[in-house]
């Protein structure tokens, strides 16, 4: 549904050209963008950082611990999730909370997680639920 709306804006403002150009034509300027983000996450900690950030704000240490890592391991790659906006960040007193900047990195990484259940069965688990749900 809410891949439909995004069609629906873009096909709109195909209409009125001259005000805007949509991000999901192939010649967006978006698309080499996109390409970064996706080397941004392109690293396992980053995906298990934003996967636990999904759940609200957390400390470096909670969020080391989370991912098994040192604090300062942790901190090297929030930074560069914060530089590419992907999550922000607020301090309290010697501590650094983070969060996600919005919901889009959550939901890209939840995509690409139930798309590659896709690589090791072919019947996955969130398509087993959704069978389920109909029944």
Request: charge should be negative; proline fraction near 3%.
């Given at each position: 549904m809410l891949y439909e709306n995004i069609y629906a804006i873009c096909n709109n403002l195909r209409m009125n050209a001259d005000e805007k150009i949509c991000g999901l034509d192939?010649?967006?300027?978006f698309v080499e963008l996109a390409v970064e983000v996706?080397?941004?996450?392109?690293?396992?900690?980053?995906v298990r950082l934003i996967l636990a950030l999904r759940n609200g704000e957390m400390s470096?240490?909670?969020?080391?611990?989370?991912?098994?890592?040192?604090?300062a391991s942790v901190s090297q790659h929030l930074a560069k999730l914060r530089l590419a906006r992907v999550?922000?960040?607020?301090?309290?007193g010697t501590r650094v909370f983070y969060r996600l900047h919005n919901e889009h990195a959550g939901r890209l990484v939840t995509d690409a997680i139930l798309?590659?259940?896709?690589?090791?069965?072919?019947?996955?688990?969130?398509?087993?639920?959704?069978e389920q749900d109909t029944q």
């Amino acid at each position: 549904m809410l891949y439909e709306n995004i069609y629906a804006i873009c096909n709109n403002l195909r209409m009125n050209a001259d005000e805007k150009i949509c991000g999901l034509d192939p010649d967006s300027q978006f698309v080499e963008l996109a390409v970064e983000v996706f080397a941004m996450l392109a690293d396992a900690t980053r995906v298990r950082l934003i996967l636990a950030l999904r759940n609200g704000e957390m400390s470096v240490n909670h969020l080391a611990d989370i991912v098994d890592k040192p604090p300062a391991s942790v901190s090297q790659h929030l930074a560069k999730l914060r530089l590419a906006r992907v999550v922000s960040s607020r301090q309290e007193g010697t501590r650094v909370f983070y969060r996600l900047h919005n919901e889009h990195a959550g939901r890209l990484v939840t995509d690409a997680i139930l798309q590659a259940e896709h690589s090791v069965d072919g019947n996955p688990r969130h398509h087993q639920q959704d069978e389920q749900d109909t029944q």
